[in-house]
């Protein structure tokens, strides 16, 4: 069973979380403007991407707060993902893997 740390409880059995789905999928900066179609697309249409992917996920039944995680679809090997601004100064060098993950992925916000 995969283990998903969550940043309040540490590693918990997954059957705890509920996958939100891809982080950073950014919202229509003019809605009305929007077809039928490219909402259709916004709502439902997602990448199934191979490899590493920046994921949401809620920690349903335990503190019930949600988080991001890198998680790699083919070997589940999952890293957290820190927030912008929670890094001391000592931990700069994984601050810039983390600013180089959000760049593969797009915008995260
Ligand atoms: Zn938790």
């Not at 918990?12 to 039928?36: K, V």
């Not at 996920?57 to 957290?80: K, M």
Request: aromatic share 6%; charged share 25%.
């Amino acid at each position: 069973m995969l283990q998903v740390p969550c940043p309040c409880c540490g590693p918990r059995d997954e059957n705890e979380f509920a996958y939100i789905g891809a982080a950073g999928h950014a919202q229509p900066t003019d809605p009305d403007a929007l077809s039928d179609t490219e909402w259709t697309d916004h709502l439902y249409l997602r990448d199934n991407p191979r490899g590493p992917h920046i994921e949401r996920w809620l920690h349903r039944f335990g503190c019930r707060r949600s988080f991001v995680i890198q998680r790699d679809t083919l070997t589940h090997a999952i890293e957290p993902v820190p927030v912008a601004g929670s890094l001391g100064p000592d931990q700069s060098d994984s601050a810039g893997a983390s600013d180089e993950r959000r760049g593969a992925e797009g915008a995260i916000k």
